[in-house]
């Protein structure tokens, strides 16, 4: 059975003096898809040009299992081009389910190609384009066919004490059958509810779940309980005094209920949920242990598909409900989404528009920030390419039940038990200044706590990785690629997750920070070739090393958040550096320029009054040392270098300091000393020792301080 039809119910019409094709139509309308088979195929037989029948054969033999059949119709009508390109789709999804999936792509591509603004096909592609990855291991669960199965279908479990009620379509009526004209076969019974032990293991241990108000003439189920399972929430068919009510196409659509329920699990206070219309389904509930919200499947106008979940909050004690409101594009498409089970912020569901294996597959969602994120295909084995729908868990959130039609089953859909083994963690690498841009073959590291290696993923051309990773463990991720660094620190848990997968952004830092200068020598104030600047991580002692050429020009590229120690050296010049904390700091150039003096026997710093030249006897004091040791060596030469504040101009600051360079140097040679052995220069205020540059506000004593003479006594090199 498929699970479109547990959302509408066809009722008997008259058809008199209807053509076969007419006949086929309502039958089709109904969903009695052998009646309705069998009276198409009589039509194309006398008239093969009937497209529209040709489709409802294709479309009737998917309905009722016939894979085979369905994709040869399916393959004509792709081929052809009066049919419709939706058909195109639907072949795509045949060869899907029959896990032709090179055959699929092809005509998954031709659908897109005809239909731009059904996002289903793309989707549809990218998911073939991983199939290795959600065919990656059978061992992610462990997966059993419960025993109770009848050959019939058996679907929607859920747990209730000790047992599993679900929905099934055996046949126990002894003596009135209750006959639906859309079952597959003449042993298919209405739906009905049904609860066995949880490890049971024979068809005799299941019993009926019969309740007054509960079993009617069609369609009973699913049901869900909450409350301490004191109350419940169940479909049927749409029956009103024991007769069921057709909608404007002749079709009996599904209701919601709600009820009580006692320690003998007998029902009372029943009672139709209010948005529960005549023309359109409303089914499949869930409802939260609270009782508070609502989540439901149903394919009212103005959703974006066939059937779309839907979410309605619980007002007040009298079970009044907030409007639904459709779950949004994420999670509804253009096919049909059902079944709904939400475990904490986790919501699971059935889906055949989202890419998947073939049919229906099981989904999960997570809830963040207002709405459910895009959903995670659950993989391989609880996803086949048969339809997988139903799930729901236990307390642990890492066993539970679902169905599936799949290939080995007692009857056409089973019931089937579960324990996941692992969690699923998708990685997408992105750039840390914009996290919208994805980075493809990156290296992906995943690390134990202790940070030893455990996997390695390269990241595909959408910047994804994949890992499985085992519950209640916590783990580190890293990520690296050329140019790029990972300067974040990124730890993940597994304590407390269950059945699904989760997302993470991992941020490379685009290498945009550099450590630039240039190397001066103070004496000259030219730039110095040859001189050698030193990076230092501190942190971990890696160095990296640089020779400046003529430019004198340094260069390193960084990392943020880590403390470097720069370090400039040449021979016959004193060694200078500092430090550099890249804290908080993602791009930009980091300029810091050196000056080297040379090495110096001698040196005295003697300092001037604000606007003179004239060399004050203490300081002049201060040179005797340097007077001895001049005299003492003959080899040896002077450097004098003046300087000025930044007060006046810079040419009469110049001019200034060039005048305080030959006040010292004719203390020199009135003392002796050969003016061929001294090398005088006026600075200006070009080589300021602290911040007050022209326009910076400063006290005097710092100003005063640049007001200064630097004299030293070198060895020839």
Known sequence: MTIGETLAQSSNISTLFMSSFEKGEKMYQHLAYRNALELYLYTVERDPENYVARQRIADCYYRLGNIDEAEKRYAELAASEMADPVYKYQYAQVLSVQGKYGDAEKWFSLYNAAQKDDARGQEKLSFIYSLSYYFRDSVLYTISNKGFNSDQSDFAPNLHKNGIVFVSARDRDLFIKKKSLSAIDENESH????????????????KPFYHDGMNTILH??????????????????????GKPITNSKGRVNLKLFFAKLNDDD????????????????????FVSEDGLRLIFASDMPGGFGGVDLYESVRQNINDKWSKPVNLGANVNTLGDEFYPHLVGSTLYFSSNGHGGLGGLDIFSSSYSSGRFEFPINLGFPLNTSSDDFSLILDKSGRNGFFASNRPGGKGYDDIYQFTVNSFFL???????QDSAKRIDKATVSLFDENENLLAEEVTSANGIAHFDLDFDRDYIIKAKKKDYSFVDTLSYSTHTRHLGGDSVLVPLWKQSLFAKGSVYSNESQSLLDGATVTLENVTTGEKQRAIVDSTGRYDFKIQPNTRYRVTASKEGFLDSGFNLNTSNIFD????NDFL??????????IQFDFDKSQLRAEEAEQLRPILKELKRNKTATLNIGAHADSYGTNQYNKALSERRAEAV?????????????IEATGFGEELLLNRCSNGVECSEEEHSLNR?????????Q
Do not use: C
């Open 266 to 285: 007998q029902m009372s206070h029943f009672h139709e949920f209010q948005y529960n219309d005549d023309d359109y389904s409303v089914g499949h509930p």
């Open 588 to 591: 930009g150039d980091l300029v």
């Open 708 to 716: 200064r003479a630097e004299v030293k006594v070198q060895l020839p």
């Open 426 to 432: 998708t990685v997408k690498t992105v750039e840390r």
């Open 665 to 677: 140097l004719s203390y020199f040679t009135a003392n002796g000393i050969v003016r061929s052995r």
């Open 596 to 605: 080297l003096e040379e090495v110096f026997v001698e040196k005295a710093v």
């Open 220 to 241: 009973d189920g699913p049901i869900t309980f909450f409350n301490n399972e004191r109350n419940v929430a169940f479909t049927r068919n749409n029956t009103r005094n």
């Open 191 to 206: 739906l009905n509810v049904y609860i066995a032990p949880v490890d049971a293991t024979l068809d005799e241990q299941v």
